[in-house]
């Protein structure tokens, strides 16, 4: 998997409040990459997931209907 370069930025050279930024940033998308990780885990594991009474996901079937919204 190739990523494309973003405009990179060297932490010693920003001020304190941009460094805090930068890895409050980092560290809640690798927070939500693990979340999404045990969520596709736990997929794989299951034949049927339903919520509420409505299936979203059904064995070779693409996942419909759920979203996830983590609050901080």
Same mark, same amino acid.
């Given at each position: 998997m190739t990523r494309k370069?973003?405009?990179?930025? $060297? =932490?010693?050279?920003?001020?304190?409040s941009? @460094?805090?930024?930068i890895l409050k940033e980092a560290r /809640? $998308? =690798?927070r939500q990459q693990v979340v999404e990780? @045990?969520?596709w885990k736990n997929l794989?594991?299951? /034949?049927n997931l339903t919520i509420n009474?409505?299936?979203?996901?059904?064995g070779n079937?693409?996942?419909t209907g759920f979203s996830l919204e983590r609050n901080f």
């Open positions: 370069k973003k405009n990179q930025k $060297n =932490l010693l050279e920003l001020p304190d941009e @460094k805090m930024k /809640e $998308n =690798l990780a @045990k969520l794989l594991e299951v /034949e009474g409505r299936t979203v996901y059904r079937e693409k996942l």
